[in-house]
């Protein structure tokens, strides 16, 4: 049998946070980077890698409090400047591709919060559009605004720049429903469409300057003539409308027929969810989009927020309400990507797939994200009308995920290749699904509780199919609990199930006819959590009072209470073998226990929030984690890496300690005062200093200038130490004055302790020294007056 090497260090490999959470989004021109808004800061998601990173040179350090948020930002058409308008009233330029680049920063005037701001072309012109109904032009050479363009009501919810060959225009809209049109040069109004009776959304203009398309939440697009200024032709959208692009002329999609001579196309989107092509030129609608992932709202608001369009790569782009981004490809509309920007609180997660390829994570939304391990690339799983609360997967059988959700559902799902569909759906719980669970030896049933305190357990088909869906059928139901059950787990030989209840109860069932064969009652509080040991006949219970148990099987006792989180303990779980725990808390803390000691070996911190989920792989060389922060956080098992680490440690240690005591041997003083700082040798140094000092002072100067500035810091710190001590002060004070050259020029920094430390025994050491000079010169006097008269 093999020896089984236990755990001791887990490391933060990944984390993947929130990267959208509403507001202005920018797509580079090469498609494979996203400016996002994300909580008052400018995130950029990598598409290729699924990579997130703070935008450059932003105060990430602060505290959100004092955070100065961006409101709105702007991309300018060569990708390489963004400008930032933010809530303490300044606006911000920067080169967010440089690094150590210091922004421009002035003032934006506005007598309130800046709503929309965008670049011309060359991205020398800004044009601001605030709350207080004006919109002013910049010059950004100088930073100077150039006009006040006035007119406008309300707040600007539509800013574009026109820039033509014989003039630049501004084009806004605000509460009063109006585009205007201002001449840049002049500041005067040229142009005025009066057409629409709500807000106007969103406005494009063809590559000739002859036509403006318009939409908004009146639920119309409108064609308007650009240079004779009138309105010619008003499109039905029945839905409201919040994003629109220009399409090219001739996309050759596969869905939509061949498009007539002079056709413009427009892709729109809004309430309803899903994008309709329409061509504006001869009104009628060419394409409605029948595979959207988003959800038509059902309070009348919007669904789609946003659409962008990238030629380079033939990709529409629809952000949602929800904070989704689906690409997809513009010839075939075929759904290339679905990006997650904000996930509100992780519920659950699950590894699927081959070798634990992808993770299934449950968030407040009633739709499952099955992300690809690899790039973090996510497929929505659309089926729950509620949100989806609980999931399971069973090492039987990788491809099948099993879902709970507040809409009283269990759902079965069935991996085949990357895609992920619903292939069973079981009706019988009366209210809110809570847990689920699935057997390890043979994937043939599913256990699932629910807020109604019974258990069922369903029969599953040994033969799954995507190309149907099956209703499952109830084989037994038990009342199992007085209150809300939280937790139900399977026995490695799927004989016994367990369930974990808020009525500080937990019970052990047996699997063929629920029969109940014990209840472990011991904890103060609810229970969380229940888990079987791989290995031995122990149950694991995690509890609201801060405490995880283990109990025997055999007589249901209580083995060992482990106390260490300082919240409740929401998940616990068995690895090496049922040697060691792993828990995570509503503290944020994920914890690693030796059961054989009943101590917590490691603590590791990285949540922010509470922790609701944790998942560990098969190998036990991953774990994810998942919260109230909307992180997942992938850690990775260390120990081998950290051991081997500290091994070439010591051996490089001994060599050097071999090192220096050669170098002693032979006088060899400045290496060897080196290597002693390195090695953190506080007695060494001060024998081979005061070693130089007996030879000669000045060579204690040289010694000193020839060291490193690390180095230097270190001997500053310990002559530190020895000047607190009288008979080492001579050497610590000989130290200093060498020092002291690069402490006035700024090279060698000293801290506030450092010098409050240093300064009091100095202060001590100079009186003293004082002192001593005036009795010696008093001794002196004294001897001269009893020498005898010659």
């Not at 608001?301 to 782009?317: D, E, H, I, N, S």
């Not at 500080?504 to 103060?524: F, M, P, Q, Y």
């Not at 229940?530 to 006949?537: E, G, I, L, N, T």
Request: proline share 2%; glycine share 6%.
């Amino acid at each position: 049998m093999a020896v089984c090497k236990l755990k001791e260090i887990y490391q933060v490999d990944s984390v993947y946070g929130a990267f959208y959470s509403g507001g202005d989004i920018e797509w580079t021109n090469d498609g494979t980077q996203f400016l996002c808004l994300c909580e008052g800061k400018i995130k950029v998601f990598d598409v290729n890698n699924g990579k997130v990173s703070d935008f450059c040179n932003q105060d990430v350090d602060k505290d959100d409090d004092e955070l100065d948020a961006v409101l709105t930002f702007c991309l300018s058409s060569d990708n390489t400047t963004v400008v930032s308008a933010h809530k303490s009233g300044l606006f911000k330029s920067w080169k967010w591709k440089e690094e150590n680049t210091n922004p421009k920063v002035w003032k934006s005037i506005h007598k309130g919060p800046v709503a929309r701001v965008t670049l011309n072309h060359c991205g020398t012109i800004l044009v601001s559009g605030g709350s207080d109904s004006s919109v002013r032009i910049w010059d950004l050479t100088h930073n100077a605004c150039l006009r006040n363009l006035t007119g406008l009501q309300g707040v600007v919810s539509v800013l574009k720049i026109l820039e033509k060959k014989s003039s630049t225009i501004v084009l806004a809209a605000g509460d009063d429903t109006v585009i205007r049109g201002w001449d840049i040069q002049s500041g005067n109004v040229v142009l005025e469409f009066t057409g629409h009776f709500s807000k106007v959304t969103d406005i494009v203009f063809d590559d000739q300057h002859k036509y403006l398309i318009s939409c908004g939440r009146d639920k119309v697009v409108i064609l308007w003539d650009l240079r004779k200024g009138r309105q010619l032709i008003t499109l039905p959208a029945y839905e409201s409308l919040e994003g629109m692009v220009l399409l090219p002329t001739a996309p050759h999609m596969t869905n939509i027929p061949q498009p007539e001579a002079n056709s413009l196309l427009v892709a729109v989107a809004g309430e309803k969810g899903s994008v309709t092509i329409w061509d504006v030129i001869h009104n009628r609608m060419v394409f409605r989009q029948s595979n959207s992932v988003v959800k038509a709202a059902a309070d009348g608001g919007l669904a789609v927020t946003r659409l962008m369009y990238c030629p380079v790569l033939k990709t529409l782009a629809v952000v949602s309400a929800d904070h989704n981004i689906i690409l997809h490809h513009a010839v075939t509309f075929a759904i290339t990507r679905q990006l997650v920007g904000f996930s509100d609180e992780i519920l659950d997660i699950a590894f699927m797939g081959p070798k634990e390829s992808h993770m299934a994570v449950a968030t407040n939304s009633c739709d499952i994200k099955v992300y690809k391990a690899v790039d973090m690339s996510c497929q929505l799983l659309q089926g729950h009308s509620d949100i989806v609360v609980t999931l399971a997967t069973s090492s039987a059988n990788h491809s099948v995920l099993v879902s709970g959700s507040k809409d009283k559902s269990v759902r079965v799902w069935l991996m085949t290749g990357d895609s992920v569909t619903c292939v069973a759906l079981a009706m019988r719980h009366t209210t809110s699904v809570t847990t689920v669970a699935l057997p390890t030896v043979k994937c043939n049933f599913v256990v699932s509780a629910a807020l109604d305190t019974t258990i069922k357990l369903w029969n599953l088909p040994t033969k799954l199919s995507p190309d149907k869906s099956e209703s499952l059928n109830v084989h037994l139901t038990t009342i199992a609990h007085e209150k809300d059950i939280n937790s139900v787990c399977v026995s490695p030989n799927d004989k016994l199930i367990a369930t974990g209840s808020l009525d500080k109860t937990a019970k052990v069932w047996n699997t063929e006819d629920l029969s109940l064969v014990g209840v472990l009652r011991g904890h103060r509080r609810g229970v969380w959590n229940v888990c079987f040991s791989p290995a031995d006949q122990v149950l694991l219970t995690a509890s609201s009072d801060c405490t995880l148990k283990l109990w025997a099987l055999s007589d249901l006792s209580c083995i060992k209470t482990l106390e260490g989180h300082s919240s409740s303990v929401m998940v616990g779980r068995f690895i090496t073998q049922g040697l060691q725990l792993l828990s995570v808390g509503a503290d944020g803390l994920l914890k690693l226990w030796s059961i054989k000691t009943s101590e917590c070996l490691k603590t590791f911190e990285h949540h922010d929030a509470k922790i609701w989920a944790l998942v560990v792989s098969g190998d036990e060389d991953r774990l994810v984690t998942g919260g109230a922060d909307s992180q997942l956080v992938v850690w990775r098992d260390v120990t081998e890496e950290s051991f081997v680490k500290q091994q070439q440690e010591r051996q490089q240690r001994a060599l050097q300690d071999q090192e220096l005591a050669n170098r002693l041997q032979n006088q060899d003083l400045l290496p060897a005062l080196q290597l002693a700082l390195t090695l953190e040798r506080p007695a060494t140094v001060l024998n081979i200093v005061q070693t130089v000092l007996k030879s000669d002072r000045d060579g204690l100067l040289e010694t000193v200038r020839q060291l490193r500035e690390d180095q230097k810091k270190v001997l500053l710190k310990l002559a530190t130490e020895w000047n607190s001590v009288s008979k080492h002060c001579y050497a610590a004070q000989m130290v200093i004055s060498c020092l002291m050259d690069d402490i006035t020029e700024g090279s060698l920094h000293i801290e506030k302790h450092t010098l409050e430390t240093l300064l009091p025994y100095t202060e001590r050491h100079f009186k003293r020294m004082t002192q001593l000079m005036q009795d010696l010169h008093i001794l002196q006097y004294t001897a001269t007056l009893m020498k005898p008269h010659t």
